[in-house]
Nanobody, 118 residues
Framework: QVQLVESGGGLVQTGGSLRLSCAAS????????MGWYRQAPGKQRELVAR???????DYADSVKGRFTISKDNAKNMVYLQMNSLKPGESAAYYC????????????WGQGTQVTVSS
């Protein structure tokens, strides 16, 4: 099992910045992709940014140039720096870990709320 705990959400004005953190523990050796998703009320959960082992990073088109995903392997941490936030980006942000072998499994944190005020 893998446990993921997010932190760093909050209220920010349009154009502001936030940094989200995700602490991973457990069988993290089995994880080959980690990243961030978000879900606004009434909408589907969507990819924001992720690392894929051996394939680099992947960003949603809407956040390219404004958001940066990073990690600290020694601390088992993944971060999401979000700049120039927009009101439409208010959502619950979730840390995600994916295992591909021997079977696919997806692990989720409890989410952290980001609210962007206009």
């Amino acid at each position: 099992q893998v446990q993921l705990v997010e932190s760093g959400g909050g209220l920010v004005q349009t154009g502001g910045s936030l940094r989200l953190s995700c602490a991973a523990s457990g069988s993290i050796f089995s994880i080959n992709a980690m990243g961030w998703y978000r879900q606004a009320p009434g909408k589907q959960r969507e990819l924001v940014a992720r690392f894929i082992n051996g394939a680099g990073t992947d960003y949603a088109d809407s956040v390219k140039g404004r958001f940066t995903i990073s990690k600290d392997n020694a601390k088992n941490m993944v971060y999401l720096q979000m700049n120039s936030l927009k009101p439409g980006e208010s959502a619950a942000y979730y840390c995600n870990g994916r295992r591909s072998y021997p079977t696919y499994a997806y692990y989720w944190g409890q989410g952290t709320q980001v609210t962007v005020s206009s």
